[in-house]
């Protein structure tokens, strides 16, 4: 966190950390313990749901809304900006580091990277090919592609939500060999040679961690199939079909 960011949370009267959209590694106990302050978890029922009663909160109050990464890496976050906007409220957002720019540690420069896509998990046993699509066209554009890894965080299941029961699971974060094997199964489905066994890939994992330790490795799919990359949050990278000679000597030093 910012030193502006800290003032800001020492000085409000109420503290949200946003809890479904991202993980954050460091304890709710620890934070409340380094900021002197409770703080509120918000899931997504608070924040989409009842995040008209955060924006009156802050009418009234001194209200501090966190984020893990930048404030506008979600919809939901850009929706309660707009909610606070059209009911009056003064509004300071103070930026920070994402997995966006996180990711500059592999090597690869960041202007040259495409469209970011999310792989999710496959439900019913159809695996959506939109992340297939812009992986894609960002090769036809010699671009890197970012993946970001699907998470589900105390989320009911279809079933569940069609009976109508409110029945929260435990939190699942698709690993780099989910994310892998989803592509692969995409490749099978499209046909395009966009994805195979030798495709050179960039695993990163816990990039921006305070206390955990990041993991970037490169390889072939099939050889980061095999890999084990830990604990959660993974990322994929699809590094476009021709690097620049410093990418490459980049790209060799996490083999």
Request: aromatic residues 6%; hydrophobic residues 40%.
């Amino acid at each position: 966190i910012t030193l502006r960011g800290l003032e800001a949370i020492r000085n409000a009267d109420i503290i949200y950390l946003e809890h479904y959209t991202a993980v954050q590694h460091t304890k709710k106990e620890e934070l409340e313990t380094f900021f002197n302050k409770p703080i509120v978890l918000a899931n997504r029922e608070m924040v989409e749901v009842g995040g008209g009663n955060i924006v009156d909160e802050a009418k009234e109050q001194d209200v501090a809304f966190l984020v893990v990464g930048d404030p506008f890496g979600a919809t939901t976050h850009t929706d309660l900006f707009l909610r606070a906007r059209k009911k009056g409220v003064h509004i300071e957002v103070i930026h920070n580091a994402s997995i966006l720019s996180a990711v500059g540690v592999v090597g690869l420069e960041l202007y040259k990277y495409g469209r970011t896509t999310t792989i999710v998990f496959p439900e019913d046993g159809w695996v959506p090919a939109s992340s297939y699509d812009v992986i894609k066209k960002n090769q036809e554009n010699y671009m890197h592609t970012l993946c970001l890894l699907d998470i589900k965080l105390a989320e009911p299941t279809k079933e569940d939500i069609l009976r109508g029961v409110d029945k929260p699971q435990p939190p699942r974060f698709m690993t780099i060999k989910e994310g892998l094997a989803a592509l692969k199964e995409m490749e099978k489905q499209q046909k395009g040679a966009v994805v195979t066994d030798d495709t050179l890939v960039i695993g990163v994992a816990r990039i921006g961690g305070v206390n955990d330790v990041p993991m970037v490795k490169a390889g072939t799919v099939k050889e980061l199939m095999g890999t084990d990359f830990g604990e959660p949050m993974h990322s994929l990278i699809i590094p476009a079909k021709k690097l620049h000679h410093v990418e490459e000597e980049m790209v060799r030093q996490w083999t």
